[in-house]
């Protein structure tokens, strides 16, 4: 007899493992299918803020990952054209605010390594999905096929799942961004704080990951000579470098870049999914969805695209396990038509948060960044207190118990 899965997820990153691993907390199986031959960590670290530490808690890993990771005091914003400070935010512990950097690696692994060992399947690239009745049957490039009762799509950006429910692709953000990762085996003496630079053009800051380890990003307009010089790490990291010394950034930011490492220096054009699409358009299909950046792919402004991954693995966990306890025949029409309800209600939950995040991420990246001599002025008299605001604001969502 054919084996049916009850969940398939496409795709092992934040969403697909988070998601994996609520419905192990809840006793449900499912199986995760990955392209790649191993997790990929690519984009080294993330700003996990306060909404996303409640997700790992309901996942039960956030003390394991709080060990490793210093907690951030503060953000502190300066202006990239004259130097100065144009904000300053204490995140208080009393405030219920809780803000890391995470290791993406130290993440995934430890997500996975909650999950049973036959959970993730490597090298299993999905060409195609077909239907069967009430299941989805998956096409896998090696040949092979699965049925499922529940197909989620966790593939990010470019995804096979999210194209088959006729999202479109997302949009270029007309930015891109650089992200880097640099080790200081004696220790790098910088403050438990997330450092921002605004102006001439670009955005650009630093967050500690521990004692030992910085991450850093940049984002900034490309010209069409640029393309090359994205595909080349060290063309990057000069770019980079001459950019920050063109302004007025102090030597001890630049040394950071300096000394990271080439061989994982990552370079991607910013893309985001139009707001109203997730209004409109078909988010879920009968047993199939979509989360992640497969969902809600957005600029990196708020720091919330990994956070709002997390968000939804939970409520996709909590909805999913509810529609398969209650009766584990998802394949027959009741139970096709109890989880079509419960994807429903977890698209309801997730579709105006996302629509919040994508919009305000887009706003804000254009204001951090622009060289407009009245936007500048905005920015570093009167804007910069309100953006950092809007970060902390952004990060007082709770998405839930399992």
Known sequence: METVEDVVIVGAGLAGLATALGLHRKGVRSVVLESSEALRAAGFAFTTWTNAWRALD???IADSLRRQHLRLQGLAIYSAST???TSRMP??????LEIRCVRRDLLLETLAN???SDTIRYSSKVVSIEESGNLKVIQLADGSTLKTK???GCDGVNSVVAKWLGLKKPSFAGRSATRGFAEFPEGHGFSPEFV???GEGFRAGTLPCDEKSIYWFFTWSPSSKDKEMEEDGTKTRQFVITKLKEANVPQNFIQVIEKSDMSGLVSSPLRFRWPFELIWGNICKGNVTVAGDALHPM???LGQGGCSALEDGVVLARCLAKALKEDNNGDTKEGHVRVSLWLEKYVKERKWRGFDLITTAYVLGRLQ???NACIRFLREKVLAGVMARTLVKKSHYDSGKL
Request: net charge negative.
């Open 58 to 60: 309901a996942l039960g």
């Open 83 to 85: 130097g100065a400070v």
């Open 91 to 96: 995140f208080k512990a009393s405030d219920g």
């Open 114 to 116: 909650e999950l049973p």
């Open 150 to 152: 529940v197909l989620i």
């Open 196 to 198: 921002q630079f605004f």
């Open 299 to 301: 600029t990196p402004d």
């Open 369 to 371: 960044q622009s060289d």
